[in-house]
């Protein structure tokens, strides 16, 4: 077991991995993991001569677990990435975001383009292309709207010993482990306020600016059998980025990538950080005074 | 100088370690002697029902089962040589009890380990390993076993005797039991039975087998079959896994059975003489107390064991907690309520026995005749409640004499 430290930023408490010298590389899970989610990942990364640091995202883990659903918007999380590679003094990171983790990603990287080195998504494509979601997606994402329900999900949820969310799971990822996670006080509320704040039907409604593009070089991952998060959206991303894109499509795997394909992601990540170089910035016409 | 913790706890499986854990909450001391190296499938009972559920809840254990792999079965579906296809009905078992679904299924040994690991984060020490565990009873009693590091001795004040049906601390304490057997069973895990619905639990009986389906989920079930004690081998030796399997090929099953008999074996298939045992005096004696199958059991066919090892780890909890005195009057709630509870599960197991587990001619007419008799007289089905609720719920007149000679000699 790696060993955590837990850093005060941006008004919760981060708990992270910090492990291995060289070029730093941030590692972000999605729902409803924990950095334990890189344990494949981290010793071949440090191995491969990079810094590694993996938070316990906010509302996971043993991370703060905020009960408000306005403390889990997108734009705090991504504040959340970007004030703890600040306290760590890391200022250029390549970014590894799985499911929520890679939407995040995704965010920073076009957001902060100063900010990062190369970008790597795992599962989950550009926001742009999920925007405008197919029908098809729409009905594989339908446990997204039920998790809208404050308390009333919860319920359900947890109702005859998690049997809706057995259910939902299956058997993938860590399945065996999420319930005890989830067990833990005001965990269950905090996983789902990811959804509530970023994936409620009025969250949709509301206008969205035209997204500025990628300038890192971008690798998007995609596993077969992922049954949650369709083909289409990492496959269509390529059109938000501007630096270079790889696709890479790993045939046996579900959408638990770390997990299901450790080998394959490991190889695809050390053969991709840092080989690639951004797109320059747009020139901004220099303004006359 | 012997360790003096206050309880001694001989098994760490359902009922030993559920007791661990609420005595080691509750402030005491508590030591669990295991004697294996590490939980693994032992094909032991894995339903648990609603209101065996109901005691994991008050005993602050519910969580393990959940986690440990614990799947809510819905439906009850009777699949029988005795009942027409269009006959065939679901019974909902999720409605007996107000705030708890239906009954569980569950990896036995899963939940154990997890129970285990519960109990030593409240205080227990967790002995695994144990060997030649001997227990001398007296006002303090004295525990000896053996362990990889040699000998050992434990002077408790009390010993919970929970070693399931092997009886090793009632056996050395001079508890003594009426035995009968009336079949034998045999038990195993499968995987890959994506066919059969997973929300539906299965039995019936039809040639010369009683079969049982309890699904956990993701296409793994836990398989029990019933048949006569003349070729009681028949699962053993080579093939007899396959043989196992095969038993499932049955005309009253959908499809005759192809989702079983096409699953993947996951698990040791185990097969044993189906005992019940009733204890002929009070299942304790001075510093020692027996619970769960240790303390008498009926016949497996009821599916209640674990939910009478949870209740009796309550209720003999409660007394530990509950007060200084554990000489052996302070148990008499316990032993009274038990015996009353067991006489009844005794009873009605043994109706279960001699309806679905009798095979032949004359036992298939006589199935027939009393479906008929349930169908014209719900109450005639009471005997089935006792699935599902507490025993002491169940109405009175399901366990008399009269009654059984009814259900039995009735001519429909």
Redesign the interface.
């Known amino acids: 077991m790696m060993e955590k430290k837990t850093v005060h930023v941006n008004g919760v408490d981060l708990a992270y991995v910090d492990e291995g010298e060289g070029p730093p590389v941030v590692l972000l899970h999605g729902f409803p993991d924990s950095s334990y989610l890189w344990r494949n990942q981290i010793p071949a990364l440090v191995e491969g001569g990079f810094r590694v640091i993996a938070p316990d995202l906010r509302g996971f883990g043993d991370s703060g677990k905020p009960q408000e659903v306005e403390a889990y918007g997108m734009q705090t999380i991504v504040n959340d990435v970007v004030a703890l590679t600040m306290e760590l003094g890391v200022r250029r990171p390549h970014l590894v975001g799985h499911d929520w983790g890679a939407a995040i990603a995704w965010m920073y990287a076009f957001l902060m383009p100063r900010r990062i080195d190369h970008l790597v998504a795992l599962s989950v494509g550009h926001p742009g292309v999920f925007a405008t979601p197919s029908i098809e997606q729409r009905a594989a994402s339908w446990y997204m709207l039920f998790y809208q329900f404050p308390g009333v999900s919860e319920e359900l949820l947890r109702r005859n010993g998690w049997r809706l969310f057995k259910e939902i799971m299956g058997r993938d990822g860590d399945h065996d482990r999420y319930l005890r996670d989830l067990a833990r006080p005001g965990a269950l509320t905090a996983g789902l306020n990811w959804y509530r704040a970023n994936r409620s039907p009025a969250s949709e409604l509301r206008i969205t600016r035209r997204f500025p593009p990628v300038l890192a070089p971008a690798l998007g991952i995609w596993g077969a059998g992922d049954k949650a998060l369709l083909e289409e959206g990492m496959a269509a991303s390529g059109k938000f980025v501007k630096g270079p894109w790889r696709y890479e499509r790993i045939e046996d795997a579900g959408h638990w990538l770390p997990l299901d394909a450790p080998d394959q992601v490991n190889k695809l990540l050390l053969g991709f950080l840092g080989t690639e170089r951004p797109a320059h910035e747009e020139r901004r016409p220099r303004r006359r005074l | 100088m012997s360790e003096q913790p206050d309880v001694v706890i001989v098994g760490g499986g359902i009922a030993g370690a559920s007791a661990a854990c609420k005595l080691a909450a509750g402030g005491l001391s508590v030591v669990v002697l295991e004697k294996q190296e590490a939980y693994k499938d032992l094909v032991r009972g894995e339903w648990l029902a609603p209101w065996g559920i109901r005691e994991a809840r008050r005993l602050g254990v519910?969580?393990c089962?959940?986690?440990g792999?614990?799947?809510?079965i819905r439906e009850w579906m009777t699949w029988d040589e005795a009942v027409a296809d269009d006959e065939v009905e679901a019974v909902d078992m999720?409605g007996f009890i107000p705030g708890?679904?239906?009954p569980?299924a569950f990896p036995h040994h899963a939940v154990c380990e997890l129970m285990s690991e519960q109990a030593v984060a409240a205080g227990a020490r967790l002995e695994m390993a144990a060997a030649k565990i001997t227990v001398t009873p007296g006002p303090r009693p004295v525990v000896s076993y053996g362990t990889p590091l040699g000998p050992r001795e434990l002077r408790p004040r009390i010993v919970l005797g929970a070693t399931g049906r092997g009886c090793t601390v009632g056996r050395q304490v001079g508890i003594t039991m009426r035995n009968s057997m009336h079949h034998w069973g045999g038990g195993m895990m499968v995987e890959g039975m994506d066919g059969w619905p997973p929300d539906v639990q299965a039995m019936g009986t039809e040639g010369d087998v009683m079969f049982m389906v309890f699904p956990q989920?993701?296409g793994r079930a836990r398989l029990y079959l019933n048949f006569p004690t003349v070729n009681k081998h028949r699962y053993r030796g080579p093939g007899g896994v396959d043989r196992f399997l095969a038993a499932y090929e049955l005309k009253c099953l959908p499809d005759h059975g192809k989702a079983v008999t096409a699953a993947t074996p996951a698990g040791p298939l185990s097969v044993w003489p189906s005992v019940s045992s009733v204890p002929e005096g009070p299942p304790l004696t001075e510093g020692v107390v027996l619970i769960g199958d240790e303390a008498g059991n009926a016949d497996t066919v009821l599916g209640t064991g674990l939910s009478c090892a949870l209740r009796d780890s309550r209720t003999v909890c409660d007394i530990l907690l509950g007060s200084a005195d554990w000489s052996p009057a302070a148990f008499a709630p316990y032993v009274e309520e038990r015996e009353f509870r067991l006489e009844r599960l005794d009873f009605g197991a043994s109706i279960i026995s001699r309806l679905h587990v009798e095979f032949g001619p004359a036992a298939v007419e006589r199935r027939r005749r009393v479906r008929r008799l349930m169908a014209r007289n719900f109450a005639a089905q009471v005997t089935g409640l006792l699935n599902m609720v507490a025993p002491e719920e169940v109405p009175e007149f399901g366990f008399s004499e009269f009654f059984a000679e009814r259900l039995f000699r009735e001519t429909a």
């Open positions: 519910e969580d089962f959940w986690d792999g614990g799947w809510e999720t708890f679904g239906g569980m989920g993701y």
